[in-house]
């Protein structure tokens, strides 16, 4: 398979993770934004998401994981587009807390 091929399903894998990493710190409140509860009150969320993080590089970056599941390394340039990707996700979460709690 071309190489551009499995670095975009790769990019898209790890794409959905992060937006699912943002939306689970965005929902430990259903009003306020994460930047008003803060990130670090619980231990257990955020030893799972370094271990998740963790998990995702090694198919991101082994060979072994690589071979296994049909990745291939990706660029910083790939990783601004899914932080900023996952960061939109996040906006739009918060822009909805903030409208539901303005009654629309």
């Known amino acids: 398979m071309e190489r ?5 399903r790769t990019s898209a894998v790890n794409l959905f993770v992060a937006v699912e990493v943002f939306y ?8 306020r934004p994460v930047w008003r509860i803060g990130p670090f009150g619980n231990r257990w969320l ?13 198919l ?9 599941f049909h990745t291939a390394p990706i660029g910083a340039d790939a990783w601004l587009r ?5 960061l939109l996700a996040s906006l739009a979460v918060a822009v ?9």
């Open 4 to 8: 551009a091929t499995v670095q975009a």
């Open 96 to 104: 909805d807390k903030r409208l539901r709690r303005r009654g629309f």
């Open 60 to 68: 991101t970056y082994t060979p072994l994981m690589n071979g296994l």
């Open 82 to 86: 899914i932080l900023g990707l996952a």
């Open 46 to 58: 955020l030893l799972g998401v370094v271990l998740q993080a963790g998990g995702q590089l090694a």
């Open 24 to 31: 689970l710190f965005s929902c430990r409140s259903l009003t």
